[in-house]
């Protein structure tokens, strides 16, 4: 046991895409556990062998048994803790790697998105006693039948925090391939900024609204638990972004970032007679057959019927239109439209809290833009409008700038 | 559960190299329960895998932990199990995939070349008792620490047998390329025959000294146990070969089958000072480098000093020099000679108990082909002579026609 505390460490799939990168990897972890911390490290998968395995699956079975794409998804993140242990022996470590099921991350039954119900901790605590680095395969579990599960999309980043929550690990550190969270993704917006810190909540929203840095679920469980994380570069050494408990300071800010996700599509549901209950029904339907709705417009109703939008993801679109076919017919809807081309640009910020003019000053950046708004929605700490997708950066920029959120700009 | 009893099938890596190779083991399968069998089946890594994942580890270390190459291999037969579990979901079959870990394969911790020293049925009794197919990955158990080992070459045969004799199976039918055990190798000898049976005994020889149909190890535990064994091609539907205890009508026959190993080499120790213990101190050596010696020949003493060879496998040769080089300093011996141009020439046959003449006639048909004998060695039931490389091919071809093995020949 070293003496300063224990720090998880997480590296994604580009991070440990090669065996060269490994060995990157294995240098920065054997400098933490040089300044005197206890390591834990978790690995995804080597970039690109998810989508190998997917293709074999793909080649067997098109729709295969989601147990059985757990047993087979789960190897990759396998593959990586091995070769890593591999790594840092050969620098002269002691490393031990384990699977999911190995450290005990008793996860649910719900195959391919499981949650995470326990950690044993007790082996990783052993093997921290007597001096070794630990690496844990993220991303995957095993139900209490001791079949394999695994935590959905950007799991490794929940193995990560929960394994910091459950060891009370003083720092989770997020090793990715950039350099932190900034204002606006920068490669739509040249003057975006990197942020030195954020709150759980404004990431949590970021990450649901398309910032691709940390999975939304994760971040929930980081700012329930107050677990610190630390988003940064596998690359470099420079320090990234802090994500911490709301603070005093932050609140100055008004808008935190802008951020565009492009992956959805939006849904109308044309005169829907206005009786109660008519569109909930649809929705149960929507949930039951695992579609996450996300947006839900209604306007109040003419003439007894009244037209309803929402979007979900785009690779849902054909789940959801045998669903909503179905509905439409049954509760005597006028029709149903579908949208591919769309964008959901959104900001955040924690500061917007009771600011009613940050609204406003959206919605007058993207009319300057000549951005025409499809949909709007709200929240407390973020604003949403669906505008055209082409048009998508233009409105991101149009809305940086409005925000005065770039570089050299004074931050509200 | 189904009624006829219990059959644990084995395909190896060849049988499963590529997505459509699984679908023909699926119907395969699928066809053996069609005919009210319980099945259980047991899968080697994708031809190719196992090679793919050395070729990593080796970018990384050039001696990897065992420990972590297990951690490493094992996923080679996971993703084997997953995609032969989906592609028996589409033929509507019920099926579900385990790694050894999950059925309870308990082995020692002996990483790489493990035993396995129990196995924890009653998962695998649940599923088939529910009417499923049941898929073992191959080649791997857990240690009581739950660390993943693995069995070492061949060793899904283990797996297998080890299941059918816990299982109380029917029978362990080991699913290769060729199509049974042959009199000799049938790219070496053009008149070699298929056998329709071979006891135990016969096989474990044959197995070890250079027949690569079936792992020997699985063939001392089958034989112990009793388990029957059949060898047949996943690629045909004809009958293998039945491995099974010694039976009368086998006694008739003088010998099975002839056998040439090309993996060893010869190491020659000279002028080994004639006093008792100093060549037991060399092997002990040799034992605890883990290397595996094979022949050991050792004449008469002359003036004192004696000549000791033996051989050993050849990818281990590099560690046997340093051993050997050591030993010989310390023991004052007069020097040590390599070669590894060689090839172990060998019958097997439970007949020849107790017939002298199977010897001199070996040895008479290799003097016909002017084949110089170098070493030889015998056991109750097999005869191996070290010869040349080179002329290990004619070696084979003439003992074989001496002993009138060939197609459309007497068999004895």
Redesign the interface.
Known sequence: MRTKGIIVQKYGGSSVAD?GK??GVARRVAACGKKGYDVVVVVSALGGTTDE?LD??G???KR??E???D??M??GE??S???L???L??LGEEA??F?G??VGIITDSTHTKAKIIDINTA?IGKELKSGKIVIVAGFQGVNLD???TTLGRGGSDMTAVALAKALKAKMCEIYTDVKGVYTADPRIVRGARKLDGISYEEMLEMASLGAQVMQARSMEVAGKFNVPVHVRSSFSKEEGTMITKEVKAMEDVLVRGVTANKDEAKVTVCDVPDKPGEASRMFERLAKADINVDMIIQNVSRRKATDISFTVPKKDLHKTRNVVEKAVREIGAGGVEYDENIAKVSVVGIGMRGHSGVAARMFSALASEKVNIKMISTSEIKISCVVGKKEADRAVKAIHRAFGLGKGVRKS
Chains 1, 2 share one sequence.
């Open positions: 065996p490994i060995m395995l074999l699956a080649q067997i079975s295969p048994s147990r059985e794409l047993m087979l789960s190897t396998q593959v803790v091995a070769l242990a591999m790594a022996h050969n031990i790697s699977t099921a190995q082996r001791q079949d394999i």
